[in-house]
């Protein structure tokens, strides 16, 4: 969603709610690293770490 509203132009009215979504998920998503669930603990901070260094995110709306 990240890469979604990055590609988006600044002025388009859907990347503002599309980046807010996109927040909601990665807070939530990281919250629940190391939540002693195997969901969490074994495959979800690979997720984790491309959504906090934007693997594959570049802005190409401007």
Known sequence: MQSVAAALPTDHPLREPISKSAQ?????????????????DHWLETFGLYVVKRVGVSSVGN
């Open 24 to 40: 909601m998920h990665r807070s939530d998503g990281l919250a629940y690293i190391n939540s002693g669930h195997y969901e969490g």
